[in-house]
């Protein structure tokens, strides 16, 4: 599975952005997916994981309540909703697929897009 993250760019504390992983290759509906960031300095962070078909999903305390992951099987593309955003929210996110749990076997990933939450 080859994936792209698009979507990312710069909003303002308190704003929203909706982040894109594209799929080609291998049939993407049998892979469970995630969202994983990470900011200048730190260690790549968790913030997102859904299952195969989208029926169960897993967020960390951190971005709970304010990010939504989804995918639509039929167009091949995962979504990564982020509301209500915070200067600690800036960072490369990624997409991966395999888990969607933290500590999950993640085989395949996209290159990363850039969020900045700065005024």
């Known amino acids: 599975v080859q994936l792209q993250a698009s979507g990312g760019g710069l909003v303002q504390p308190g704003g929203s952005l909706r982040l894109s992983c594209a799929a080609s290759?291998?049939?993407?509906?049998?892979?469970?997916m995630g969202w994983f960031r990470q900011a200048p300095g730190k260690e790549r962070e968790f913030v997102a994981g859904?299952?195969?078909?989208?029926?169960?999903?897993y967020y960390p305390d951190s971005v709970k309540g304010r990010f939504t992951i989804s995918r639509d099987n039929a167009k091949n593309t995962g979504y990564l909703q982020m509301n209500t955003l915070k200067p600690e929210d800036t960072a490369v996110y990624y997409c991966?697929?395999?888990?969607?749990?933290?500590?999950?076997?993640?085989?395949?990933w996209g290159q990363g897009t850039l969020v900045t939450v700065s005024s």
């Open positions: 290759g291998r049939d993407f509906s049998n892979y469970a």
């Open positions: 859904i299952s195969w078909s989208g029926g169960s999903t």
């Open positions: 991966a697929a395999g888990a969607m749990h933290p500590s999950g076997t993640y085989s395949y």
